[in-house]
């Protein structure tokens, strides 16, 4: 992707345990797993331990349902050692969902 950006496309099956009573009979997919699929694409891209902080800023705009392919688009911000990601998660009818966020170095206890 230009900039700095990554992109992965997604697609959640029917049978997609996740869409599992929400909601029975129109079946979206949660919020949660489109915040994990960005989580998912920045882990990979980081490469090292890091521990989600924080969701911001976040704005759910268009329902995905199954079967959608689902393009997840992420930006990685340094911030010292810490990690923003400026994500945007595109359905088939446009951007479906955008968020931010921010990680910080997995520390062993």
Not at 23 to 39: E, H, K, M, S
Not at 50 to 75: G, H, S
């Amino acid at each position: 992707d230009n900039e700095g950006g990554l992109s992965r496309v997604f697609r959640f099956s029917a049978d997609f345990l996740g869409f599992d009573g929400h909601f029975p009979g129109y079946p979206i997919l949660p919020a949660v797993a489109q915040v994990l699929a960005a989580q998912l694409l920045a882990e990979t891209t980081l490469q090292a331990d890091m521990r989600l902080q924080a969701v911001e800023n976040a704005k759910f705009l268009l329902q995905i349902r199954p079967a959608e392919d689902v393009t997840v688009r992420c930006r990685l911000r340094p911030r010292g050692e810490n990690v923003q990601v400026d994500a945007k998660v595109h359905g088939e009818q446009g951007v479906a969902a955008s968020f931010t966020l921010q990680f910080s170095p997995e520390r062993p206890e």
